[in-house]
């Protein structure tokens, strides 16, 4: 990587490459000038670089005046609650995700304990790239002061909200075997304590933050391969798989079957919707099976761009009841909006007890779809003819321009939309067989190849 990855959300970049201690104290001051009065919260994923990001960001904000709350390691969702639980100015998430450890990156959150939207996160974006970039001392010298947060597990505000959305009473009873993967991020902080206060018996794998990941970190099925065998020979009921700051799920079957992302956030859609009416938002890359849910529960469905910040704008424009991304990211309003892994665990066990069923029963009775995604080389300036190429070439599929470009066929659908790091395009596409879906891509690259 010659360069960060930027969005209006946050950055990340190698560590001591592309993110530098330089780069950390003026985007995290480019943070703070934007912010309301108030103090400002940090959280860490684990990573071996995560404390001396938090020192050297708190060092930069003392000296700007910024009075900070060090919660220490937590997830992403669990750094919604606290900013809203302590009433904080904003957070800082330090994490770089899926990526590598050698990774690391800032996460924003604002007052209301969201990831920043896109406009203010622009205007931040904008002030860290000016030359006017704010200077982290203030000229009066006078310094903010640090607070430690070390909340007790057990009544933990995340954990406590968590519990209000499921029967834990019901899920205690069935007392699960479940194999958690934490794989040496966030989630065990959070997660054992949960699962053990539903009663569950708990195997988990790289249960202590130290970023030392035991597999690569995003939770696909390539990179989960010994995780599967590790479920069935812990007998457990179900495995839970995160990524390093906890806001993505993947689940695993009894049998050692990954069912992968898609069907987490599927499978809570149908959950709830079996509870509550309301609207359901999912981004435009995400399966179809959340569509189809909420066709037949008689809800309203809408999409939105991809991102997390565009779908959480979309869940508050529409009042929606749920919502997500297909990578396994469960939005329930209910404990924050944010994408949160333990609202999936949570929801998947009060469903398999509610209804005395298998994870495995729950996947196959929803509607069945293969996703298939690709990348495709086309210079930046191809783009807007590249996608007017495209809608001429499927002329028979309903267009939608929301993000890129998605076209829609009564039992298929391709997305097209540009890289914001590469120039590339992604063509994700989703059919009744993995076969149609990889024909629909490869038919994408050919037309972009003659543009």
Known sequence: ??????????????????????????????????????KLLITR??????????????????????????AGVAATPTTGVLVRQFRAAGGIQITASHNPAR?????????????????????VLNQYKSEKAPDPIRQDGAKG????????????????????????????????????????????????????QLGCQVTVLGAEPNGQFIHTPEPTAENLAGVLSAVVEAGAEIGFCQDPDADRLAVIDRTGRYLGEEYTLAMCVDHVLRRHTGA?????????????????????????????????????????????????????PRVGMV??????????????AARDMTVAELADELPRYE???????????????????????????TPDRLDGLRLDWPDRWLLVRASNTEPIVRAVAEAETAVAARQLCQAAAGVLANV
């Open 1 to 38: 990587m010659s360069e960060l990855i930027i969005s209006v959300s946050g950055l990340r970049g190698v560590v001591g490459e592309t993110l530098t201690r330089d780069v950390a104290v003026r985007y995290a001051a480019a943070f703070s000038a934007y912010l309301p009065e108030g």
């Open 45 to 70: 994923d684990g990573r071996a670089s995560g404390e001396m990001l938090t020192r050297v960001i708190e060092t930069g904000l003392h000296a700007a005046g910024r009075d900070t709350i060090d």
């Open 103 to 123: 990774y690391n990156g800032l996460k924003l959150f604002s007052y209301d304990g969201r990831v920043l939207p896109a406009g203010p996160g622009q205007d």
């Open 145 to 196: 002061a640090a607070y430690q947060l070390d909340l007790p597990a057990a009544s933990h505000p995340h954990l406590e909200a968590v519990l209000a959305t499921v029967d834990a009473r019901r899920i205690r009873s069935r007392k699960f075997k479940v194999l958690l993967d934490a794989n040496h991020g966030s989630g065990a902080a959070l997660g054992r304590p949960l699962l053990e």
């Open 280 to 332: 359901i938002v999912t981004n435009c890359s995400s399966s179809r099976m959340s569509q189809d849910l909420a066709e037949k529960y008689g809800v309203p469905f809408h999409r939105s761009p991809v991102g997390e910040a565009n779908v959480v704008d979309a869940m508050l424009e529409n009042g929606a009841v749920f919502g997500g991304e297909g990578n396994g990211g469960p939005i329930d």
């Open 339 to 352: 994408r949160d892994s333990f609202v999936g665990m949570a929801l998947l066990l009060d469903a398999m």
């Open 371 to 397: 996703i298939v995604k690709t990348k495709i080389s086309l210079p930046r300036e191809k783009i807007p003819a590249a996608l007017d190429a495209l809608l001429e070439h499927f002329a028979d599929a």
